[in-house]
């Protein structure tokens, strides 16, 4: 049976860092936050997501025995739910207001899903007592499920940020590119990190990490696209007259 203990420490192990890296996205949209708790709730359904994704990744696992049918599998079940999850919690909500909230939810719920990831990785060292061991590969497996995450649902926050002034066929449009685009970023990793054995996995994460860096460019671009028209004509005519007075 498993140790309370044991199941704290993998927690922390698994989390921790996650929250780091997510401190470093919020501080991104630190002239726009997000409701804290808003943003709370969408890393606990990142999180809580992750066990309807092991029964169905399961159940993939035995209907498909060819190996790239079953990566591209996992990756769209593990991507349409993180997508699933933001779409019931944040993107419904009066909250969602301008396009980069699109990349901050999903990036969000993303990294939800990480750490638990990460903490049933540390499950089975730390329940050996292998601590050192775990830690160690721990640290690396959480670098590669945090930049994986958040570069494939990286790429669904953006699409859907730049359809954000669109119709809603245009969204919808930009929600199926976004979610081919982050499935297939997360076949592929899975598939060279199991096709090398976890050899070369550093330049498989230099790679991501050349992702995350364009999803950082995305970000910059989605904060400079609120436009004046989006705001009430009361606000912008009374910012009209402050200027017209200031002349």
Known sequence: MLNPETLLYALLGGILPVLLWLWFWLKE?????????????????????????????????NALPDRTHLLIAWAVIEEMLKFAAVLFVAIRSRF????????????????????????????????NGEFATGV????????????????AS???????????????????????????????????????????????????????W???VIVIF???RLKRMMRVTYLPRTVVYAATKKIEKSQ
């Not at 980069?100 to 089975?124: C, P, Q, R």
């Not at 809603?168 to 199991?194: D, E, P, W, Y």
């Open 29 to 61: 949209d630190a002239h726009h936050p997000e409701p804290r708790g808003l943003i709370m709730l969408s890393f606990i359904a990142g999180m809580a997501v992750i066990a309807i994704a092991i029964p169905l990744e399961k159940l993939a696992y």
């Open 96 to 127: 969602f207001d301008e396009p980069a909230d699109a990349l901050v939810y999903m990036i969000t719920a993303a990294l939800g899903f990480a750490a638990i990831e990460n903490t049933l990785f540390l499950l089975a060292p730390f329940a």
């Open 136 to 151: 160690m590969t721990g640290n690396l497996r959480y670098v590669g499920a945090a930049l994986l995450h958040t570069a």
């Open 154 to 208: 990286g790429a669904v926050g953006i699409a859907l940020g730049l359809a954000y002034y669109h119709s809603r066929a245009m969204k919808i449009f930009a929600s199926i590119i976004g979610l081919s685009v982050a499935i297939a970023l997360h076949a592929l990793f899975n598939f060279f990190i199991i096709k090398n054995s976890g050899a070369n996995m550093f330049i498989v994460f230099l790679h991501l």
């Open 210 to 212: 050349i992702i995350i």
């Open 218 to 220: 995305f970000f910059e």
